[in-house]
């Protein structure tokens, strides 16, 4: 806690299931942050430091938006969090803001959530003179996040889902490579997402010889440079994603050390995330008990 | 007799204190503390402290006192102790010490007081950080420490980092009557003292205690602050409205060997192995959620041998590692450790693996740590450290089983202040550029001391930086004279 002052949620919704958008009062951070970068938070005293995407940010109001996929323990406390709710911790804006110029056209790729940390980017290169082209991929339907925001931002958009509920079917990197088949010129390719996907792109613009850059998302604690837990191998050297990314370039991020390492914990993790599930079941049993049949059936699904 | 003009306290004639041998700390059982974080050391009694105490020689130059990084009075403490005036004693370190809970705890004395103390010369010296842990713990323990209350001078000045050197700096300044507010990057604040320092060596709740006292006397504390990202030095100094600013970060970026396999999972740097433990308390999974990989019955090794490399170690062993070894490239005397924490260590069972240095990381084929390559080495011609430089001896490889490595080979400076920080200089390796007398940098107003300006080195040294920065510091807000 920011010696005495707290930070409250001032307002939260869910942008797809499992992926929830806070708005929090972090006058500091809200004043500095600038795009590509992101914030460590910690929820309560026994909590972990985990770092989160920074979507946007209102100096003004001095609020920052945090976009949270649910995954383990740490992101489903967070998404049971609701608007009058405190974090304990936020801190940041941590990381390199995104090299913001104009490159002439850029492609900007979403991949999921990873959606919510390319918009500012794609924003900024849009202001800067750029012709930005989006490509927003996620599994289906439901999991498009903030399309009406990458469309504002965007010379053209195009979104694709896995299973074709949505728009086109098939994946991000069918669209780049439509793109380049189709002689686009592309002067720089920014990719947010999944690894499987940043690294597909990377193997296809290397082969163009098209700049990349993609955002990694290592195991991280300080987000200072102080303890060297979120190292990456960059060009056959260990570089640390908090103060040297988290961008880099994709031509040359070990992709392979990346997805190692990021399954250092998956034991804990995975411990971590059921004793937390089984405390959450025996609770809403013991409050279904307490409330006698009165209750709809539909309740203890009713957090989403 | 005495060669002191004033009457002294000590009732002993000089020949007579000689005799009296050093009174041993008493400490946890090795095998007992092996296997748990509670402090070794568990302090001296009233009776221990005044027994030890009566050995001092009262020295007409007290040699202690000048090769004290913050110049604690220790004679003169010393006496108060004789006489059982423990909380007069107290009084007297603070005059020059605002952390004495910690030094008395982590200070290298043989490279400062001790070393320097003239009993030294023909039995073993004053056991003075033994007998300053002592006052500091009597008067908490006492609870009636005093509170100064200065008249305010109206400046503000900010401090970047609660480590040590940034609280002797607000400590000292607050007593000025200034203004001060400390800003930490962590959700803790302490610094190296709370993420670096095992809980065995410095028991947190001490760091509690001594920031209690700090807020008491006045001082303010915003924890989630990395200065250079969330605010600059300029916002700091501009809108703000701060007269002046101490930077002391501390120490940065770990540093890697550049070997082979070093990203394998099981390579930890210290940094991170200990502020998992000490800062994030992994070591209380799943009760903590921050995980840590479970050494039971695990081979650990840790590279170096500093006092972080032997706290790495040290925990390893209380968090159930089979084997713990440290692996230092030099020989028992070039080590840097503090010679209490190499003794206790040897006590508890770390099998010492000196003049080897590991060459390569070995794996399972799936990324995980199965062993280091390691080759012995023999001293060479001095180095520019002026201590013998270690050579590999050929043939000599060997493979050590392992499931963690724990890198603890030192640190490189953190660029995120100075890159965020216009005309604020610094030197080839990155680090800040200050005055060694006045701790002023190349920016006006802007002072900076402890591990940004030298590198890592010990909480004493960096106290003494933040004592002169203090010192200057409160001159320039006085003067207004750069």
């Known amino acids: 806690m920011a010696g005495g002052h707290v930070f409250k949620i001032i307002h939260a919704e869910f942008l797809a299931p499992g992926v929830k958008r806070f708005v929090i009062e972090a006058p500091r951070i809200a004043r500095k942050q600038r795009p590509g970068q992101f914030v460590i938070l910690r929820i309560y005293e026994e909590g972990e430091r985990i770092p989160v995407t920074i979507e946007n940010s209102d100096p003004e109001r001095g609020t920052v938006n945090i976009v949270v996929q649910s995954a383990g323990k740490t992101t489903q406390l967070l998404n049971s969090l609701n608007t009058g709710d405190h974090i304990l911790d936020v801190v940041g804006p941590l990381g390199k803001p995104s090299e913001i110029a104009n490159y002439g056209t850029v492609v900007v790729v979403g991949g999921g959530v990873g959606t919510a940390m390319a918009y500012p980017t794609a924003a900024a290169l849009k202001r800067a003179g750029n012709r930005v082209i989006s490509i927003v991929g996620a599994r289906n339907k439901e999991l498009v996040i903030l399309e009406s925001e990458m469309r504002a931002v965007s010379d053209a958009l195009m979104i694709t889902t896995d299973d074709g509920s949505y728009a086109d079917k098939g994946f991000v990197t069918d669209k780049l490579r439509q793109l380049i088949e189709n002689g686009t010129r592309i002067d720089l390719v920014v990719a947010v997402g999944p690894i499987v996907m940043m690294k597909a792109i990377a193997e296809m613009t290397r082969k163009e010889n098209i700049h990349t850059v993609v955002s990694l998302n290592p195991i991280m604690i300080d987000g200072t440079g102080m303890c060297g837990g979120c190292r990456v191998l960059i060009d056959g050297k260990s570089e640390f994603a908090c103060v040297d990314g988290p961008e880099f370039d994709a031509h040359k991020v070990d992709f392979a050390v990346l997805v190692q390492r990021n399954s250092m914990y998956r034991d804990a993790e995975q411990r971590s995330l059921a004793e937390y599930q089984r405390c959450r079941t025996e609770a809403a049993t013991r409050e279904l008990e307490h409330a006698g049949a009165a209750l709809p059936a539909g309740r203890q699904g009713e957090q989403r | ?482």
């Not at chain 2, 082979?260 to 740097?269: K, L, T, W």
């Not at chain 2, 550029?433 to 701790?439: N, Y």
Request: net charge neutral; aromatic share 6%.
């Open chain 2, 1 to 482: 007799m005495s060669p002191t003009a004033k009457k002294s306290a000590n009732p002993l004639p000089m020949k007579e204190r000689i005799k009296v041998p050093r009174q041993l700390m008493p400490e946890q059982a090795a095998e007992e503390r092996a296997h748990n974080f509670s402090e070794v050391n568990l302090g001296y009694s009233p009776e221990l402290a005044q027994q030890e105490a009566l050995r001092c020689l009262e020295c007409a130059k007290p040699t202690c006192t000048d090769s004290c990084p913050v110049g604690v009075k220790v004679k003169e403490f010393v006496e108060r102790i004789v006489i059982g005036d423990f909380l007069g004693a107290a009084a007297k370190i603070r005059e020059d010490n605002v952390l004495p809970a910690v030094t008395g705890r982590v200070c290298p004395q043989e490279d400062h007081c001790e070393g320097k103390c003239l009993l030294s010369k023909k039995v073993k010296p004053l056991g003075i950080g033994y007998l300053e842990r002592f006052v500091a713990d009597y008067e908490k323990r006492m609870g009636t420490h005093v509170v100064p209350n200065v008249p305010p001078t109206g400046k503000k000045v900010a401090v970047v980092g609660s480590g040590p050197s940034g609280l002797t700096v607000a400590g000292d300044l607050i007593q000025k009557g200034h203004k001060v507010r400390v800003f930490e990057a962590l959700h803790e604040l302490g610094g190296v003292l709370v993420y670096g320092i095992p809980e065995f060596r410095l028991p947190k709740q001490i760091i509690r205690e001594q920031l209690d006292y700090m807020r008491e006397m006045g001082v303010e504390f915003e924890t989630d602050v990395v200065v250079g990202r969330t605010v600059t030095i300029d916002d700091l100094m501009g809108e703000e409205g701060y007269d002046a600013v101490y930077i002391g970060t501390g120490a940065g970026l770990p540093q890697f060997m550049n070997i082979p396999g070093e990203h394998f999972n099981g390579v930890y740097s210290a940094n991170e192995f200990l502020t998992r433990i000490n800062l994030m308390k992994a070591y209380k999974f799943p009760t903590y959620d921050e995980p840590m990989l479970d050494l039971h019955g695990k081979d650990v090794a840790v590279i170096g041998g500093g006092n972080t490399a032997l706290d790495a170690i040290r925990s390893a062993l209380r968090l159930g590692a089979r084997k713990a070894y440290v692996i230092y490239r030099r020989s028992d005397a070039e080590m840097p450790a503090r010679a209490e924490e190499v003794h206790h260590a040897r006590q508890e069972g770390i099998d010492f693996q000196m003049l080897t240095a590991p060459v390569e990381f070995l794996s399972d084929g799936k990324g995980w740590l199965t062993a280091a390559r390691c080759v012995r080495m023999e001293l060479g011609e001095p180095d520019a450290s002026g201590r013998r430089r270690p050579v590999p001896m050929q043939g000599s490889e060997f493979d050590l089983p392992l499931a963690v490595a724990v890198i603890a080979i030192g640190t490189s400076a953190n660029p995120i202040v100075q890159s965020t920080t216009p005309g604020l200089g610094t030197n080839k390796r990155g680090y800040i550029q200050a005055s060694e007398e006045t701790q002023r940098t190349t920016r006006k107003g802007v002072f900076a001391g402890g591990d940004i300006v030298t590198g890592s080195a010990t909480v004493i040294l960096a106290m003494g930086a933040g004592r002169r920065a203090a010192k200057s510091i409160h001159e320039y807000l006085t003067t207004g004279e750069w």
